[in-house]
T-cell receptor, first 113, second 113 residues
Framework: SQTIHQWPATLVQPVGSPLSLECTVEGTSNPNLYWYRQAAGRGLQLLFY??????ISSEVPQNLSASRPQDRQFILSSKKLLLSDSGFYLC????????????FGPGTRLTVL | AQSVTQLGSHVSVSEGALVLLRCNYS??????LFWYVQYPNQGLQLLLKYTTGATLVKGINGFEAEFKKSETSFHLTKPSAHMSDAAEYFCAVRIRGAQKLVFGQGTRLTINP
């Protein structure tokens, strides 16, 4: 069966520091991968998605970037964190051949102070 | 562009009572529809989905939802609430062939003993 991992689970970072969040998927090949952010009172917002290695699409302009160095690895980064980057970051995957269900990871709680 | 409206950010019911969480969507083309559940500090878990076919969809944990095209609704129901149902519930819509999953703002369900 497929599993999705995210780490770290919790992160507290100062403003202006860099960020790297990692997501990996097991048990499937060539998945579509997604990064969402859940901010308090604002629901879930799609940040990036990827349909293959090195292929990244950005949904909203922001202080973040994403990379996909391997087929089942998706990384969310920032060079300098802002207070507004605080939130709950969720990675998700779906079968590439299908465009319906997305399956979510356990999430990373990021607090920027 | 598609959108999702969940009526009621907080819903409270007694244990054993009917659960009804409302979701209305806006889409110019037939969508895929989803309900996810999120327990505190966890990722999202798929409850059920509608893609095509039967409009009454049964999911996990005794939940079901009915797709009503004429009302552009996809309300979630459960005949008898359990304490373990206390969580946040998200309705989402996805256009066929598109990558983006658009979420509602979520409904927090509280179960009273």
């Amino acid at each position: 069966s497929q599993t999705i991992h995210q780490w770290p689970a919790t992160l507290v970072q100062p403003v202006g520091s860099p960020l790297s969040l990692e997501c990996t998927v097991e048990g499937t090949s060539n998945p579509n991968l997604y990064w969402y952010r859940q901010a308090a009172g604002r629901g879930l917002q799609l940040l990036f998605y990827s349909v293959g290695i090195g292929q990244i699409s950005s949904e909203v302009p922001q202080n973040l970037s994403a990379s996909r160095p391997q087929d089942r690895q998706f990384i969310l980064s920032s060079k300098k964190l802002l207070l507004s980057d605080s939130g709950f970051y969720l990675c998700a995957w779906s079968v590439r051949a299908s465009t319906d269900t997305q399956y979510f990871g356990p999430g990373t709680r990021l607090t920027v102070l | 562009a598609q959108s999702v409206t969940q009526l009621g950010s907080h819903v409270s019911v007694s244990e054993g009572a009917l659960v009804l969480l409302r979701c209305n969507y806006s889409s110019s083309v037939p969508p895929y529809l989803f309900w996810y559940v999120q327990y505190p500090n966890q990722g999202l878990q798929l409850l059920l989905k509608y893609t095509t076919g039967a409009t009454l969809v049964k999911g996990i944990n005794g939940f079901e939802a009915e797709f009503k095209k004429s009302e552009t609704s996809f309300h979630l129901t459960k005949p008898s609430a359990h304490m373990s149902d206390a969580a946040e519930y998200f309705c989402a819509v996805r256009i066929r062939g598109a990558q983006k999953l658009v979420f509602g703002q979520g409904t927090r369900l509280t179960i009273n003993p």
